[in-house]
């Protein structure tokens, strides 16, 4: 019973192990008409057609930060992805509310004239 | 146009280095006692034959030949799996208790693999073929990579005298660990021309690798694997009927 248990746990540290390379190695790296999947043989690699999987693929929008082993999902276009406002002004404010954004036109803060 | 005459030229080489060794093994009579080689090659070999006739027929970026070789990767990935728990079997010979705690793992690895693999189909269940095999086929070949490299230190460890053996394992070890080392120079260089170019050859170039050093290991280095020891009660019974 002992042994099967040591046992047991040796595979999960292997395929742990294995799952880990594999995402180090192969899981970020999505580049157009790159094969990110290995292979056996010595035949060429066909190109993975538009669709398929090709290993995790990092959202390049994502500037957030999250806790879980759960893939972190892509942010749409469109949605916030940080407090930013349109005239590019980054504002400090105090409080856990979303910062809102500062609507065209609004007057530039001025710089102080020497 | 360089780089598709030289995976062409690997695509050949393999071809005829596969035949050349299973003839090799048939020729001397020992593809019995060499059963995990065997396979491998002859799996390599069966898988290597419709994909150079899809490839030729309907070319590199058509559906079929995507379809034809991850359907084949899948029959290589379990035949390297075999021949690692074949290489576990030869390696422990002559230790009996270790050969139980081996083959004990090798089941877990594979049921823990499948699962692994499985869960993805949870997310995907529209997309059963191309996730699945991908999952499962990626998944087993790092699995297959990690127990090859237990085995190489498990050798090391046990002072083990089957040279034969220990060539034939890093042969696999260029086999498993050369793409993976390449596709890691790619995603380190951010996908530079030359990284891309060397990716798209080396999985050919390290299976071309591999059967060389097999080749060498089969053709010049003697088996000198320990003679299985036979048990205690057979030996006196030989000697008391003597």
């Known amino acids: 019973m002992k042994n ?29 008409g790159t094969p990110t999947l290995v292979a056996i043989g010595t035949d060429p690699v066909p190109p993975v057609p538009p669709g398929k999987p090709s290993g ?50 609004h007057p530039k803060p001025q710089k102080p004239s020497n | ?28 009579g020992e593809w019995g006692k ?21 490839l030729y027929r309907y070319g590199l970026s058509s559906p079929q ?25 030869r390696a422990c010979r002559n230790e009996g208790k270790m ?18 693999s ?7 269940l529209s997309a059963l073929f191309p996730y699945f095999i ?29 040279d034969q053996l220990g060539l034939l394992v890093c042969g696999v070890g260029i086999q498993f660990a050369g793409p993976s080392a390449t596709l890691a120079l790619v995603h380190l260089t951010e996908a530079e021309r030359f990284a891309q170019l060397l990716n798209s050859l080396a999985i050919p170039l390290c299976t071309l690798a591999m059967l060389l050093v097999w080749a060498y290991a089969l053709v010049r280095v003697k088996d000198s694997r320990p003679k299985v020891v036979r048990p205690e009660k057979a030996v006196l019974a030989e000697v008391t009927t003597d």
Not at chain 1, 15 to 32: C, D, E
Not at chain 2, 65 to 89: E, M
Not at chain 2, 99 to 116: K, S
């Open chain 1, 4 to 32: 099967v248990a040591v046992t047991l746990l040796l595979a999960l540290l292997v395929i742990l192990t294995a799952v880990s390379v594999r995402r180090v190695v192969a899981g970020s790296s999505t580049y157009a």
């Open chain 1, 56 to 105: 995790p693929k990092p959202n390049s929008a994502i500037k957030t930060m999250a806790i879980g082993t759960d893939p972190v999902p892509p942010v749409p276009p469109g949605k916030p992805s940080g407090p930013k406002n349109e005239i590019g002004l980054t504002l400090l404010a105090i409080g856990t509310d979303p910062v809102p954004p500062v609507p065209p036109g």
């Open chain 2, 1 to 28: 146009m360089n780089s598709n005459l030289a995976s062409h030229l690997l695509q050949y080489a393999g071809i005829l280095t596969e035949a050349a060794l299973l003839y090799y093994l048939a020729r001397i």
């Open chain 2, 34 to 54: 060499r059963r995990g080689q065997f396979l491998y090659l002859l799996s390599l070999l069966a898988a290597a034959l419709p994909r150079a006739f899809t």
């Open chain 2, 65 to 89: 030949y995507f379809y034809v070789y991850w359907g084949t990767d899948l029959l290589l990935v379990l035949s390297a799996f075999l021949l690692v728990c074949f290489f576990f079997r």
């Open chain 2, 99 to 116: 050969w139980g705690f081996a083959r004990l793992l090798l089941a877990f690895v594979f049921v823990l693999v499948v699962g692994v």
């Open chain 2, 118 to 124: 499985a869960l993805v189909l949870s997310h995907k």
């Open chain 2, 134 to 162: 991908f999952e499962f086929n990626q998944n087993l070949y790092f699995a297959c990579l990690v127990l090859n490299t237990m085995l190489y230190l498990l050798l090391v460890q046990i002072e083990s005298t089957d």
